[in-house]
């Protein structure tokens, strides 16, 4: 049913309930069965990309300053690759044991640094620029699985915390193929995007990849809100949403009995649990159904790596600036 359907009909058969009211219901009810559990239709596939790293010439730096200085070579090898804004923010620079992550292009030769630089002031020193972090998309709940395709071993382990690898490997001396997917941080805003990367999440590879590789991500979104014209996916049945949606109507009924009339002499939260009876019944069918229809079909699609066919395997994808699915 679509999502107008559904707050009009919510209209009619809860008194005193306005157009916005009614909205508000359907979207809070939409949200609850989402929550409910791991449903088929919020599991999303993405192919996370990293670039080949880049360590030829040398850098200046100066203690306590945000730029770092590139020469002549250096600046040409990072120039070359064409990175977008946004594909160079995801990037980092490692100088000795230090890693900066990178916030701004600083104009011809230079870039800019989250933090100043901790080190002696010093020039012509050894660096290599390379994506320790990926972003997680937008809607992004939780890491399900990932796996290099091209690897013998090609499940990473997803549940490491910063925590664990900051007492592995405090200094990250770790670089090469990654197996690990760690917990890094929040960005509200990550510094130096345009347009602005807004509200995602950060995740660390470990061991700090240096060469161009393609992984294939299954992860749990968060869902959305409907919006008019949009229906809910198949699996769940308009009555679920409706019913759910009346539970809080209900709730809402009993609770300004006392102001309106037309809402006195009904024992709404009599209906109220009824209706959630109704609803946990509903609910159960949908998420047994969802759980058959799930394990029988993704999973298979999701691991053959022969039937995949992605940017990462093609020459152009070879040859040109990283992507991360929904994230450049």
Known sequence: MRYEFMWNELKSSIPKVDSLFAQKLVQRAWRDIRD???????????????????????VNVTQGSTTVGMDATADAALTAVGFTTNQLVQLSIRIGTNIYNIIADGGPGFLTIEYPYNGPTASGLAYIIY??????????????SVIDPYSPTPTFNVTTTKEELDS???????????????????????????????????????????VYRQYLALYQKKGIDLVAGQSQPSIIPDELIMSRARYFGYEWCESNKGKHP?????????LRNETNKEYQVMLAQASRQDEEIFLQNYPRSYMSVAGWGGWGDTVAGQQHAPFYGGGW
């Open 36 to 58: 409910s559990r791991r449903w088929s239709f919020l599991c999303g596939e993405i192919a996370i990309g990293v670039p080949d790293s880049i360590s030829v010439g040398t």
């Open 131 to 144: 994506q320790p972090y990926i972003l997680a998309p937008a809607d992004f709940l939780s890491w399900v």
């Open 168 to 210: 592995w490997d405090p200094q990250r001396g770790a670089m090469g193929q990654p197996y690990r997917l760690a917990q890094y941080r929040y960005e509200a805003n990550l510094a130096g995007s345009s347009p602005a990367i807004l509200d995602r999440y950060r995740f660390e590879l470990w061991p700090g990849p240096t």
């Open 262 to 270: 037309e809402l006195k002499g009904t024992n709404w939260m009599n």
